[in-house]
C-alpha cells in the first residue's frame, strides 16, 4: 500500500509505500495516515499483509486486535478489521476484500456528495472543522466532498477553514486540498467561529465523524461540539457527513464511545518549542460527542437523515 503522509503537508508531499502490517500500523497510529474512512481502509491493507505471513489462527486473531485498535474511536477501523476477518474465514483474497473496501468507500463518498451538495445554496460559504476531504477517505471527500460536488454543479461555494488544533487539519489539510481544486478557502483560528457565525456570514456548517451511534450522536474531532452549539445558537445549519460504514449500530447513543486520548505533548509543544510554562500539563482528548439534537442532518451515502434518527 502507498501512503501520503499527511504530516508533512502542505510544505512536502511524500509518499512510502508499506509492505509490512507493522509499518503501516504505525503509520495510522502515529496520523501518517488519518481520517476514519482511511484508515479503514489502510486497516483494511494491513490485515492483507498479515495474512500472507501464515500465522496460527491465534496469532492471526492478536495481530488483527492489534491493528483493530490503532486509532479506537474510528468505527471504520474496527468495522474494516472485522469484515478482512470474515474474508479470511472463507478463504476469499485479502488483497480483492480490501481493494473492495477502497472502492466502496470512494463510491459511498461521491454518491453522499450529490446528496449534500443539493443542501447548500447557490452561492455561499461554508465552515469547516478539520479534515474531511480526499484525504481523510479512499479519495473525494465526505465534508469536502459535498463541497466539490456542489461547486461541480455550478454552485459558487467558498470555505472557511478551522485551523483544528493540535495537528492544524484544517489549515494544513483542508485549505491544500482546496486550493489544489481552485476553489476559495480561507482558515480561521477555532476560537474565530462564533464570530462569523454570529454576522451570518456561513451558510452551512458540514463535518465528517469518526463514529455515529443509533440515535444520531457524532464522535468527531475535538472541537465539534462547540462549533455545532455556536451554530444552533446562531441558527446556522450543522450538518455531518460520512459513508453509511461510520454508523455504528452497536451502540444506542454517544455515551458508549470511547474517546481516544494522545500524548499530552502534542498540545504543549509546537514546533519543537514549548508552549507551556514549567510544571503546567496538558489534556488532549482527540475527539468529542456531539448529541443529535445539535445535528441538523446526517448525510450519507444512503440519502439525508434528519431527526429524529434511529439507525
Known amino acids: 500500500m502507498v501512503v501520503l503522509d499527511q504530516r508533512r503537508l502542505p510544505d512536502e ?26 484508515i479503514g481502509c489502510a486497516g483494511a491493507f494491513a490485515v492483507a499483509l498479515v495474512a500472507r505471513l501464515g500465522l496460527s489462527a491465534t496469532e492471526l486473531r492478536g495481530r488483527l486486535r492489534e491493528i483493530a485498535q490503532a486509532r479506537p474511536t474510528a468505527v471504520n477501523l474496527s468495522a474494516a478489521v472485522h469484515r478482512m476477518a470474515n474474508a479470511l474465514t472463507i478463504e476469499q483474497d485479502p488483497v480483492v476484500e480490501a481493494q473492495a473496501i477502497w472502492e466502496e468507500d470512494l463510491a459511498a463518498c461521491r454518491a453522499l456528495g450529490q446528496h449534500g451538495s443539493a443542501l447548500l445554496p447557490a452561492e455561499g460559504t461554508v465552515l469547516t472543522h478539520c479534515n474531511a476531504g480526499a484525504l481523510a477517505t479512499a479519495g473525494y471527500g465526505t465534508a469536502l466532498g459535498i463541497v466539490r460536488a456542489a461547486v461541480a454543479a455550478g454552485k459558487r461555494i467558498s470555505v472557511l477553514c478551522d485551523e483544528t488544533r493540535p495537528w492544524l487539519q484544517g489549515a494544513r489539510l483542508t ?51 462547540g462549533l455545532a452549539a ?26 458508549q464511545i470511547s474517546i481516544e486520548s494522545r500524548d499530552p505533548d502534542e498540545v504543549g509543544m509546537m514546533s519543537g518549542r514549548r508552549l507551556l510554562p514549567t510544571g503546567v500539563r496538558a489534556r488532549n482528548p482527540v475527539f468529542d460527542v456531539t448529541p443529535s439534537r445539535l445535528v441538523d442532518a446526517i448525510i450519507t451515502d444512503a440519502g439525508i437523515f434528519t431527526a429524529p434518527y434511529a439507525f
Not at 24 to 33: G, H, K, T
Not at 204 to 223: F, L, M, Q, S
Not at 237 to 248: E, H, S
Request: cysteine-free; aromatic content about 6%; proline content about 3%.
Open 230 to 255: 455556536a451554530a444552533s445558537v446562531f441558527g446556522v445549519p450543522f450538518y455531518v457527513a460520512a459513508p453509511g460504514t461510520t454508523i455504528d449500530r452497536s451502540i444506542a447513543d454517544g455515551s
Open 175 to 225: 485549505a491544500w486540498e482546496l486550493t489544489q481544486d481552485g476553489i476559495v478557502a480561507e482558515v480561521i483560528v477555532d476560537g474565530a467561529a462564533g464570530h462569523f457565525l454570529s454576522r451570518g456570514e456561513i451558510s452551512a456548517v458540514i463535518v465528517g465523524a469518526d463514529r455515529i451511534a443509533r440515535n444520531g450522536d457524532v464522535a468527531n474531532k475535538i472541537g465539534t461540539a
Open 13 to 38: 508531499e511524500i509518499w512510502t509505500s508499506y509492505d509490512d502490517a507493522n509499518d503501516l500500523v504505525r503509520a495510522i497510529r502515529e496520523m501518517e495516515v488519518r481520517g476514519a474512512p482511511a
